[in-house]
C-alpha cells in the first residue's frame, strides 16, 4: 500500500518544490506560484490558489499539508494590547502580543513552546521547554498580528520583538529561517532593522549572529552589570558570566557596527542602589549602547518587587550623566498577563504543560 502521510510543505526550499513539480512531471514554474501563495500571500490552504489549477490543488493536497497556527484565544486589554493564546499543529501552546502605541504597532513573538532558562522574575521560566517553534511556527505569529494591527487598529505592523516564551539563541536557525521569512522580498518583505531579536546573552551565539552578518538589531536581557546579583536572577550567568558577555559584544560591534540595547529591571532591595547603577554605566561603555528601563511586571506574591521611582530616577541620572541613553518603558497588558515576563499560559485553555 502507498505511503500517504503528508508533508509540511512549509519545510521544502523553493528549489525543493520545483524538483518536486518536475519529477511529477509538471512545470517548475508552479513551484514559484505555490512558494509565493505560502509566504508573500500567507495562504492557509490549498483550495484558494487561484491561478493554479483544480487537479494540481488536488495533487498537492494529497501529497502536502499546511500546518498553520490558530489563534485559540484572543484577549484584549484597558491600553489596547492584545494578546494571542496560538495552538500549534500539536495542540501545544505558546502566546504571542500586539503591542499598540500612537507611533508603531509591535509584534511580540515567541521562539519555543516553554522556555530551557530558569529566570527566577519570569513566569514563563516556570514552564518547562517542551519544543522549539518551526520557522513556520514564528512567521505565523507574525501574519496573525500583521492581521489584527489591519483589523483593530486599521495600520501596518512596523516592528517585531523576540521577546516572547523561549530563548531565541537556542532556537537558532529556526529563528534565522523564519526571519527570512518574514524580511524577504518573497515573504512579508519587512525591514530587518524593524526586528529585534532579544536573548538573556549566550556569548557563543551572539559571536555566531555577528559571523552570520545579520541585519536585525540585538537586545540583552541584563538587569544587572555585577556578576553575583546577575546569577542569582539570572542562573545562566553561572556558565556564561558577564567577561564573556562583553566580549561576545565587542565581537559583535567589531564585526556588524550595530549598536545594542540592554534591557533593564530594576527591583526593590537586589539592584536599586547607586553601586549596581554604576556597574551599569560601566558595562554601557564597553560598546556603542543604551538601555531601555522597564517596568516590572509582578507574577505572583513572590520575592521579586518593583522598585521605587526615586531608585528609577537615580538611574537615569548616572546614565545621562556618562552620556548614555536612557529611556523608561511602561509595561503595557498587564491586565491580561501580556506584559514583559508575564507569558505563562494562564488562560484554562493552555494548561497543557
Keep these: 500500500m502507498e505511503n500517504t502521510i503528508k508533508k509540511d510543505i512549509r519545510k521544502f526550499t523553493l528549489e525543493q518544490l520545483e524538483d518536486f513539480f518536475i519529477a511529477q512531471g509538471d512545470k517548475k514554474f508552479r513551484a514559484k506560484q505555490v512558494y509565493d501563495w505560502l509566504w508573500n500571500k500567507s495562504l492557509k490552504n490549498f483550495d484558494d490558489m487561484s491561478n493554479i489549477s483544480k487537479e494540481t490543488r488536488e495533487m498537492l493536497k494529497a501529497n502536502f499539508e499546511i500546518n498553520h497556527i490558530h489563534v485559540d484565544l484572543m484577549q484584549h486589554s484597558v491600553d489596547g494590547t492584545i494578546k494571542n493564546a496560538v495552538k500549534l499543529f500539536d495542540d501545544k501552546i505558546v502566546e504571542s502580543v500586539l503591542i499598540p502605541t500612537s507611533k508603531r504597532i509591535t509584534a511580540c513573538v515567541s521562539s519555543q513552546v516553554g522556555c530551557s532558562l530558569d529566570c527566577n522574575f519570569c513566569a514563563t521560566a516556570r514552564l518547562k521547554r517542551m519544543r522549539n517553534l518551526n520557522p513556520d511556527e514564528i512567521y505565523d505569529q507574525v501574519v496573525a498580528i500583521k492581521e489584527e494591527a489591519e483589523t483593530y487598529f486599521k495600520r501596518p505592523l512596523t516592528n517585531i520583538v523576540f521577546m516572547g516564551m523561549g530563548e531565541p539563541l537556542l532556537n537558532y536557525n529556526n529563528v534565522i529561517d523564519a526571519i527570512d521569512k518574514i524580511t524577504s522580498p518573497e515573504g512579508l518583505g519587512m525591514a530587518p532593522r524593524r526586528i529585534t531579536l532579544s536573548t538573556v546573552g549566550i556569548p557563543k551565539m551572539i559571536k555566531k549572529m555577528a559571523d552570520d552578518g545579520v541585519k536585525f538589531n540585538l537586545a540583552i536581557s541584563l538587569h544587572s552589570a555585577i556578576n553575583e546579583t546577575r546569577s542569582r536572577l539570572m542562573p545562566i550567568n553561572q556558565v556564561n558570566p558577564l567577561e ?71 538611574y537615569v541620572r548616572i546614565l545621562e550623566n556618562e552620556g548614555i541613553v536612557a529611556k523608561v518603558r511602561k509595561s503595557r497588558g498587564q491586565d491580561i498577563d501580556a506584559a514583559c515576563g508575564q507569558l505563562a499560559n494562564k488562560n484554562e485553555v493552555v494548561q497543557l504543560v
Excluded at 560601566?282 to 506574591?301: A, G, L, M, R, T
Design 244 to 314: 564573556d558577555l562583553s566580549d561576545a559584544l565587542k565581537y559583535w560591534y567589531q564585526k556588524t557596527k550595530r549598536k545594542v540595547t540592554y534591557e533593564y529591571v530594576i527591583w526593590e532591595g537586589v539592584n536599586d542602589d547607586e553601586k549596581h547603577a554604576k556597574a551599569l554605566a560601566k558595562f554601557c561603555k564597553i560598546i556603542p549602547s543604551k538601555v531601555n528601563i522597564i517596568q516590572y511586571n509582578p507574577i505572583d506574591e513572590g520575592e521579586f518587587r518593583q522598585a521605587s521611582q526615586e531608585a528609577v530616577d537615580m
